[in-house]
């Protein structure tokens, strides 16, 4: 099983860039998630979807953007990257959205210059 | 609001020796508590938990119990091995969102042979 898959694991991106960090699963999981996790700071939600079509902000949503289409993808769109936005980017998973049932992807490392 | 405040890094141990990661929280009403583990390269996974007060949770040889008298899950394991390097994550989840967690900064530990 791939379980929850994360690309691309390493990316650099200049100031006012942007780009999409994918995230896909295939456990036919409904609740997908993205955190961010920084030095000292721990890992804090974004953004999070309950199903396909439906998603909402968590902790630090701003600069990003997600949407659901399908089950299985998840991604997460920076539309114009800063430096703030440095950090490691995870993406969770789970059937139901229990904590103790979460997946994780191996993150994607971000840097922006 | 939740918090999680976990004890600072990083802790390094000869193998073989106890470990003790401190983490006290705030949350309103009667939260999930969880320990999660962060082996190099890889995304976070689900250590132990433990759903109400009193529960002990165990898992690998590790345990942390449910305090709510002093709103601490530590973690204790009795000899740790150099296997058990990693950085180990205490989060908590209340109020009904079961999948919003609030995790702690993180403690890196290292084992030396």
């Known amino acids: 099983n791939a379980g929850v898959t994360q690309t691309p694991k390493f990316q650099v991106l200049k100031t006012g860039q942007s780009m999409t960090l994918q995230c896909a699963q295939d456990?036919?999981?409904?609740?997908m998630s993205w955190y961010r996790q920084d030095p000292g700071m721990g890992l804090r939600l974004i953004h999070y979807s309950v199903g396909a079509g439906i998603t909402d902000q968590g902790e630090v949503p701003n600069g990003y953007n997600v949407s659901r289409s399908t089950t299985e993808d998840f991604p997460l769109r920076l539309l114009s990257a800063a430096p703030s936005q440095t950090s490691v980017y995870f993406c969770a998973s789970s059937l139901t959205g229990q904590a103790e049932k979460l997946f994780f992807g191996s993150g994607t490392q971000l840097s922006v210059l | 609001g939740n918090s999680v405040t976990q004890m600072e890094g990083p802790v390094t141990l000869s193998e073989e020796a106890f470990l003790t990661i401190n983490c006290t929280y705030t949350a309103t009403g009667y939260p999930s508590l969880f320990w999660y583990v962060q082996y190099p390269g890889e995304g976070l996974q689900l250590l132990l938990k433990a759903t109400k007060a009193d529960d002990k949770g165990s898992n690998k040889g590790f345990e942390a119990t449910y305090r709510k008298e002093t709103t601490s899950f530590h973690l204790e394991k009795g000899s740790v091995q150099v296997s058990d390097s990693a950085v180990y994550f205490c989060a908590l989840s209340s109020g009904g969102s079961n999948y919003k967690l609030t995790f702690g900064k993180g403690t890196l530990l290292t084992v030396n042979p």
């Open positions: 456990m036919n999981h409904e609740y």
